[in-house]
Every structure is written in C-alpha cells, then in structure tokens.
C-alpha cells in the first residue's frame, strides 16, 4: 500500500542517504544516568558500519560472557555512527571495559549500576543525517516540511519499511503464523517479530485512512487519547477534545490488534475506522486469540513530537539535518516527507484545514511505553520507506536474516 505524504504541499527535496556510515549518526539517551554503583557496568559505545547484535558479539567475545547477559536498549542502524548504551554483566569489571580497545567499536564512558539494562529503556534518540545530492535550495524547502511537521499533533508515526523485513513479507508471515500455516520458530523473539510486523501493518492502513479522510488533526468520538505524559482515555465529547489535540495537549492513538488491546467505544465512528481496517484485510479480532501471549494488542500514538530540529546547508549540493524522536519512532518515516523521492506515487493528502500540518511507541492501557522489538529498527538499509509493504501484497515467505 502505498503511504500518503502528510505535507504534500510542500516540495521534497530528494537526494541520497547514507552514501557513507557518518552520513546517518543517532545518538541515545535513556531514561536515566548509570548510578555508579552496583554489579553491572553500563558502557556507552560508539560503533560504525555495524549492526547491534554484531557489536555485542564482540563485546561477548571480548569479555568473555554470554551475548544473552548483556543489556541493550534498542537496535540501532546498521550503516551508521550509532552511539548507545549497553549493560555487561559481573564478573566484568569497569577496568575491564574502559580498557577495551576492538575494531569498529569505541567505549566511551563506563560506569557502574545495579542491574541490567532491559530493552524500551530509551528516552529519546538524536538523529544527525546527511542527504546529498540534493541542490542549493535543499535547506529552505526542508525547513519549511520541518516546520510543518513540528506542529501539533507532530509528525505521522508510521512504521517504517524496516519493520517489514527485507523482501516486505513479515507481516504475511506473521499472518501464516497466527493462522497455523506457518510453524512457529524456535525463538519466541523471532515469532514476535513477525506478529509485531502484522499489527505494524494494520496500524499503517489505519494511519492512512485517517490521512486520506482528513481525520488526522481531528478527534473523533470513542476515539481513544493518550494525555501527553499520562494514561489514555475515551474521547465522548470531540468539542472539548479537539482544541487539546491542536495545542499538543493529547494524542490520538490507534490499534496494535490483539484480543486484548483496548479498543474504541462500540459504535462509535472511531470503532467503525477500526473495524474497516480489519474487513479490509479479511480479518477478525478475535483471531489473535491465538497468539494472545505473543500480540496482546496495544495502542500507539498516531503523532510523534519532533524536537529539537535543525537544518544547515553544507554545500551546493548536500544538506545536514538534526532531530531529536521518541523511543520507538522511525528517522526515516520524518526524511520520507522530507525528501519525498520521487519513485513514490502515493496521492497527496491534506489535511482538514488545507494545509500539511502535523517515535512515541506502542502503549498500554495504561499508557506505559513497550519498546520489546521495535526499538530503532532503523536498521540497515539507505533507503527511505515509500510504502508499508502489507499482509496483502507482501512477496514470498523468505526467512529472518540478520541485516548485516
């Protein structure tokens, strides 16, 4: 399916990602600082052209530990300078990391803390990217999508094409799985990955209908809102809900599927988006019954706030872009409207007021963050995701590999 552009008034700018690793930098920042005491080592690394599993490998390799006991946040990109933070654990000492010297791979600052790092700890991550080839005009016309996007409710929090695997066919996979024509794997992470990719892909359609029938800047009745830095509740009276939505108070959320998911009032115009989406695909809610354990179901924020963001002409031809994303949001789904290539033929969508205006993650009930497998699955590949490759018009099964 192909993905509508939030700011399709706007030009793109074009251009080309990652022709070299310090092309794409992310940096992370948790939640909270290392305590200085305690039996794990938290270490912030900085690796290069190399994928998070590889670089605990080596880190495992070097230490001599399990890479199964060592923490990390998230995944970060591959073809990149990605900086991050990673728990090694006792008998480790700080010696023995601060003295680490391993190729492709730095250690930065160490410092000790109670206990392991688990995966979703993430506040935030910084993003310093590069396009080129992109004309002398490139900072003014990304500025200008920048600041559109930056505008309540923020950016459209898409999943972005990463999350579908390299031939775009998880979500199927996840499908065949949770219908039993698929065996499940092994490794529980690896079915909740193609379970996860199925509801990123419902979650997109959702999106997109919202974008497509103007409703993205709009609350609608039994539509469920999250408080920004709070719990989520039902929207009964979209009067008093809107003008929140605009000022960056709330956020709407949309349907991870799953039976136990907490979904609009029944009958409301929010239920019925949510059930066209599920007809379309040939689906009922009640099927992920089977794989409550593996996809409970869960909300996510249809917006994402941009922060912190930058532009800099470097030349006639190349553009610096910086920004600062959620936990669990994708860099590229913002450079998408950004550089809008122009291989996409997704239709302009605008919103209700005419005009373009726009990582938060997965939320409970509660409105707590689960970052179990998304986190930064900005992995890998220097493209920019044109569309969310579905359960509909995905290829052939192929298996999970490692993007390295």
Not at 232 to 248: E, H, I, K, M, S
Not at 318 to 331: D, E, K, Q
Not at 339 to 348: F, L
């Amino acid at each position: 399916m192909s993905l509508p552009f939030l700011t399709a008034d706007l030009p793109g700018i074009g251009g080309l990602l990652r022709e070299t690793p310090q092309d794409f930098a992310v940096f992370e920042e948790l939640p909270y600082a290392p305590s200085g005491a305690g039996d794990h080592v938290f270490a912030f690394i900085e690796k290069v052209d190399c994928t998070t599993p590889f670089a605990i490998d080596l880190l495992a390799r070097a230490l001599g530990v399990s890479p199964r006991d060592i923490g990390v946040a998230g995944m970060k990109d591959r073809r990149a300078v990605t900086r991050q933070w990673v728990s090694l654990p006792p008998p480790v000492t700080l010696a023995q990391v601060t003295g680490l010297s391993l190729p492709g791979l730095q250690i930065l600052e160490a410092c000790p803390h109670p206990h392991k790092l688990r995966t979703g700890h993430v506040r935030a991550n910084r993003f310093v990217i590069v396009v080129r080839r992109t004309g002398p005009a490139a900072a003014a016309a990304a500025s200008a999508v920048l600041t559109a996007l930056a505008a309540a409710p923020g950016a459209p929090n898409w999943y972005g094409e990463q999350r579908f695997g390299r031939a775009g066919d998880n979500a199927a996979m996840g499908l065949a799985m949770m219908r039993k024509q698929r065996r499940f794997d092994r490794d529980p992470r690896k079915n909740r990955l193609l379970l996860s990719a199925l509801q990123s892909d419902l979650f997109n359609r959702w999106l997109a209908r919202r974008i497509h029938a103007q409703e993205y800047r709009q609350v609608l009745e039994g539509d469920l809102l999250r408080k920004v830095g709070g719990g989520v509740f039902v929207c009964t009276d979209p009067a008093v809900d809107q003008p929140r939505l605009l000022a960056g108070e709330v956020l709407t959320t949309g349907p991870m599927f799953g039976v136990e998911m907490r979904g609009p009032t029944p009958g409301s115009p929010a239920h019925a988006r949510e059930a066209a989406v599920l007809e379309e695909a040939g689906l009922a809610l009640s099927e992920f019954a089977a794989v409550r354990k593996l996809a409970p179901g869960a909300r996510r924020d249809a917006a994402v706030a941009i922060a912190d963001w930058a532009v800099e002409q470097l030349d006639d031809d190349a553009v610096r872009i910086s920004f600062t994303l959620p936990a669990g949001a994708y860099a590229t789904a913002v450079l998408r409207e950004v550089q809008k290539p122009v291989s996409e033929t997704a239709p302009a969508a605008h919103d209700g007021d005419g005009h373009g205006h726009g990582d938060a993650g997965e939320r409970d009930d509660r409105g707590a963050g689960d970052d179990r497998d998304r986190a930064n699955e900005d992995a890998a590949m220097p493209r920019t995701p044109s569309s969310s490759p579905s359960l509909v018009d995905a290829g052939p099964a192929a298996q999970l590999k490692d993007p390295s």
